[in-house]
């Protein structure tokens, strides 16, 4: 008997909870006529927070990549509430993209390497019927070399996010924490990391997914519609 797949995530309430609600209540909600610095920032960090635990418990899937983000808006608030400084913030901006990216590489040889998680999806490639083309034709040693290859890019494209994230933040953290200003700076850079950061990594990522699935094919001579799953009507 087949496991039900998990729930899919919506990528419009990702965008509302991680983006729009904590970027529009840290600039424009943080005033002392409003909700003050303080409880600006704990309702904007509320929003990410809670849409990460929403979500663990909605598609019962629990991920490192899940938990570092949940820990990571954790330590966001924790950094505000002792008014550390923001040099502090930035190393933390860079600090978590250089943890999966070491974990990317660190697990690509145990049992469930994170590369696998991130890029060879079950519930979007035939997995079984790759692998199976694979076994006949004993590819397994030529497929691990493109999964290395395809580890190496993922751990730079985070490698390359961690340097975006910690000179976005130099550039924009410039006051002092638990003020107005810096809820703005902060919700400011919130805003800025999908031009700044996230289109950048996404253009790796989807490189780095090219050459995967470029190399399978000459690999295995199979077509790209015959690896990914077909498409059901209904």
Not at 22 to 51: E, N
Not at 126 to 143: K, Y
Request: with cysteine.
């Amino acid at each position: 008997m087949t496991q039900a797949a998990a729930p899919r995530e919506s990528l419009l309430l990702n965008l509302v909870c991680n983006i729009a609600a904590p970027s529009l209540i840290l600039t424009k909600f943080s005033g002392a006529g409003s909700l003050g610095p303080t409880w600006g920032m704990a309702v904007a960090l509320a929003f990410p927070l809670s849409y990460g635990i929403y979500d663990l418990i909605r598609r019962r899937k629990t991920n490192f990549f899940s938990i570092v983000g949940i820990l990571s808006v954790l330590l966001t608030g924790a950094l505000n509430q002792v008014q550390a400084d923001p040099f502090w913030f930035a190393v933390k901006e860079a600090a978590i993209p250089t943890l999966f990216g070491v974990a990317v590489i660190l697990s690509s040889g145990s049992q469930r390497p994170l590369v696998r998680e991130l890029l060879w999806n079950e519930q979007v490639i035939d997995t079984a019927r790759v692998d199976a083309v694979l076994t006949e034709r004993n590819l397994h040693p030529e497929f691990k070399k493109l999964m290395v290859g395809a580890t190496r890019g993922l751990a730079g494209s985070f490698l390359l996010s961690a340097v975006l994230n910690y000179a976005l933040a130099r550039y924009i953290l410039v006051s002092e924490p638990g003020t107005e200003a810096f809820n703005a700076e902060l919700g400011r850079m919130n805003l800025l990391s999908w031009p700044v950061i996230v289109v950048p990594n996404l253009i790796v990522t989807m490189y780095v997914l090219w050459r995967l699935f470029r190399g399978l094919t000459q690999l295995t001579g199979m077509p790209l519609e015959e690896i990914f799953h077909a498409q059901r009507k209904g």
